[in-house]
């Protein structure tokens, strides 16, 4: 299979869906990973187009890790909002990965750019099969199933299936720590995050909290999007 993984910045996915993904690369299929924006506004220090470029960098270091492609459609971080381009964009993104599965942030989040994600690739999965509607890229034959994995700290989130990560999880860590430009960051904007803390600490909690539901070490939780364009019998995570 194809599998494309969607977010709005670039850390979402390693947070939330990268042992899945380590999952699916070690077992043959083809892994996307996708960012919206560039995160160019995740320094105190640098300007926007550094930053922008150095976290791009840094997210195709942790998509080679486990020989994903990555792809970056370079909006503002924070500053993301739909039109014609960006629905454009987004069809032709998706053709070019054509995806069996896409992984995505939930519709309700706590980010207007995880949310906006999410709100699009809900809206343009019925219209990547659609040749009235062109792009430089061909259009897709068939329509991925989508699942949405966690808000931060999983709140309000009941999953409907889990990926036992447990062989993958040190994979997933390693993901994450490319992202160290957002050590700095998380430390310069955020209340209570101090050197003490372990930049994987939530991360790490948040792999227990669902391993514990389902009866592993660690896990990653998704909650299923079924509609009527998307229903299949079966299971298509790892
Ligand atoms: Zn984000």
Request: net charge negative; glycine share 6%.
């Amino acid at each position: 299979m194809n599998i494309l993984a969607v977010g709005a910045h670039p850390d979402d996915i390693e947070i939330n869906c990268a042992g899945t993904l380590a999952k699916y690369a070690a077992q043959g299929h083809k892994v996307f990973i996708c960012t919206a924006t560039s995160g160019n506004i995740g320094s105190a220090t640098l300007p926007k187009d550094e930053i922008g470029a150095l976290r791009k960098q840094e997210a195709a270091k942790s998509a080679a890790i486990i020989g994903a492609e990555y792809i970056c459609l370079d909006y503002d971080d924070e500053l993301f909002y739909e039109d014609v381009n960006v629905r454009i964009d987004f069809i032709n993104m998706v053709r070019h990965c054509k995806p069996d599965v896409i992984l995505t942030h939930n519709p309700h989040d706590y980010n207007p750019d995880h949310m906006l994600t999410s709100k699009i690739i809900n809206d343009i999965e019925v219209m990547i099969p659609i040749a009235k509607i062109p792009t430089a890229e061909a259009p897709c034959e068939t329509l991925p199933v989508i699942y949405y994995f966690e808000p931060a700290k999983g709140m309000g989130f009941i999953p409907t299936d889990y990926v036992d990560i447990t062989d993958f999880f040190e994979t997933k860590k390693k993901m994450f720590l490319c992202h160290e430009s957002q050590q700095q960051w998380m430390a310069d904007n955020y209340a209570g995050y101090s050197a003490e803390d372990t930049f994987t600490a939530d991360m790490t909690i948040q792999a227990q909290y669902r391993g514990m539901q389902c009866g592993v070490k660690y896990a990653e939780a998704f909650i299923r999007c079924n509609d009527a364009y998307r229903m299949t019998p079966s299971r298509l995570l790892p």
